[in-house]
């Protein structure tokens, strides 16, 4: 074989970098059209037979009335819930840093009104997205880890209430506490593996039921002292984002985790969250969904996908029609 001379060395190297650059914008979408919830989460892949039916977070009259529930795409919510409205981890971006969005876009947040509280779980670039928070209308508070406020040092938030807090610390907000629980994940917005900052998760309980909004996490023990200490009903759970699994698996559930999680955690209903909007590793947003469905089928484990974020919002939201295509 003859080896490239001097002069063709650059134009080699030209050649594979521009290669490597042109892999890179398939993968993470910079070429790709922005599809239905459906193709891009998966949903179409799913059987009948392992589609959820479940059109409640539970079924217990004596729980009282489920939240309310709107999907915004990765892990973003919106949460109504005993006359609070709350926002979950929200990014409606069209980009998460250099991953273009490959899911529509919700309706814009502004429609919402008033937001009682945001709920951030960590600083990521995915769950804590400042142009999705500068969109809402007005946000009366952004509860958030310990040490993450210096990320609302510009001006434009003097009016709104920070609550910083460490894992095992509560805030009331109206009938509802919300309590940072632990997560094994980290924090810092820049660095994607090790971090000094915080990752929490969220245990937000009314008077007759809790729900627990795990963020990112990886599995672990804390799982089962969440499902022991609190009894959760339901549970939001990470799926997506698993490959590779060294070192993803310390900081990620992949699907059949979290399938098992629920039933670590005596859970009655999940909803799955982390999968279908951005590329974040090596396994498409298409393949968490697929994945959740069948290991959920097999363990026999109730879940349920909620609709999309819409301005039709004129009814109550139901939690969940099974599918999130579907009106509440």
Known sequence: MKLPGRASL?????????????????????????????????????????????????????????????????????????????????????????????????????????????????????????????????LDAVVLPAGSEGYFSDPRWRATRLVPLAVGQRWRLGELEIIAVHADHNGNRFHPLKSRRLAVGYVIASPEAVL???????????????GKQYRPRAAILPIGAYT??????????????????????????????????????????SWALPRFARAAHDRQVRWLMPPLWQVEEREPMRAGLGSPGGRG
Request: glycine content about 8%; hydrophobic content about 40%; overall charge negative.
């Open 10 to 138: 650059p134009r080699l190297v030209a050649l594979l970098l521009l290669g490597a650059g042109g892999l890179l914008a398939v993968w993470v979408g910079w070429l790709s059209p922005v599809r239905d919830w459906r193709a891009a989460t998966g949903w179409d892949e799913i059987p009948a037979s392992q589609r959820p039916t479940a059109t409640e977070l539970w079924r217990d009259p004596a729980a009282g009335p489920p939240p309310e529930l709107r999907w915004l795409g990765h892990s973003g919510f919106v949460l109504r819930w005993h006359g609070e409205t709350i926002l979950i981890d929200p990014n409606v971006s069209r980009r998460c840093t250099v991953s273009k969005r490959l899911m529509e876009t919700p309706a814009d947040l502004a429609a919402l009104g008033p937001v009682s509280a945001v709920l951030i779980s960590h600083a990521h670039y995915d769950h804590l997205d400042m142009p999705t928070l500068e969109a809402a209308r007005r």
């Open 212 to 226: 627990y909004y795990a963020g990112d996490t990886g599995f672990g023990d804390h799982l089962e002292r969440i």
């Open 244 to 285: 590779p699994r060294f070192p993803l698996a310390y900081y990620h559930l992949n699907p059949e985790e979290a399938a098992d999680a629920a039933r670590v955690l005596g859970v009655e209903t999940v909803v799955p969250c982390h999968f279908g909007t951005y590329v974040l590793s090596l396994d498409r947003p």
